[in-house]
């Protein structure tokens, strides 16, 4: 699908890419032992031949390289997250008869807006937009999303020993037929009213959550 949207990227470029209209579309150098890749695509162009895209980048260390892009494989292609969301919903043309529906953060209900130009430029109606549910998402106490990738690269603040486990569930304190069991009550109170899932839980509250032993709950 990403290949089948490359042809009308002039049309969807700003929704993938407000700031520069410049969609972050990589390919990694297939030197041995290099893999690397041009963030903001400067050098990075495409030619298509039907169905086939051809992917030229320059390496800083090896110099031009190509991956030829077809949908049964080919090269590997990395996307941007905003270009690989609007993959992602693209190939929900690809049953038309089933009905999708996206689960997202909730991080993401602003973002969907440019998701949803990009899907109208590539072609879709109003109608084939899959339908959404944002769902509540873990945050920190200043109140920023919790990045699993900004606090194991030592950029974000580190969660609290007791916590780990939101991290690695390996690090849970009990059995794992116990955490699957808190998982589930916590999971259930969450889709048991509009009140808990249309929100936001921070680490302590959700921790607390998961500590909860009966039934009853009250979220405010």
């Known amino acids: 699908m990403a290949a089948a949207l490359l042809p009308r990227l002039e049309a969807a470029r700003w929704w993938l890419a407000p700031p520069t209209g410049t969609p972050h579309l990589r390919v990694p150098c297939p030197a ?3 893999g690397w890749a041009e963030k903001h695509a400067e050098r990075t162009r495409v030619a ?5 895209a051809t992917v030229s980048a320059v390496c800083l260390h090896h110099g031009p390289y190509e991956s030829v892009i077809r949908p049964d494989g080919g090269g590997y292609l990395d996307l941007s997250t905003l270009y690989r969301n609007v993959v992602k919903e693209l190939t929900t043309q690809l049953s038309p008869d089933t009905l999708s529906v996206m689960v997202k953060g909730a991080d993401w209900m602003s973002g969907t807006q440019l998701v949803n130009g990009a ?3 590539a ?3 109003q109608g084939q937009i899959p339908a959404r549910i944002f769902g509540p998402q873990i945050v920190t106490l ?3 999303k919790l990045s699993k990738s900004l606090i194991r690269a030592n950029q974000a603040e580190p969660l609290a020993d007791e916590d780990a486990w939101m991290l690695d569930t390996r690090k849970w304190p009990g059995s794992a037929d116990a955490y699957a069991a808190r998982l589930l009550h916590a999971n259930t109170v969450l ?3 509009p009140r808990h899932f249309f929100r936001d839980y921070s680490t302590e509250e959700f921790a607390r959550l998961m500590d909860t032993k009966t039934r009853s709950y009250s979220a405010t």
Do not use: D, E, N, Y
Request: with cysteine.
């Open 32 to 34: 041995v032992g290099c």
């Open 48 to 52: 298509f031949s039907g169905q086939q």
């Open 119 to 121: 899907l109208l430029a």
């Open 123 to 125: 072609g879709l109606t």
């Open 142 to 144: 200043t109140g920023a």
């Open 191 to 193: 889709l048991s009213h």
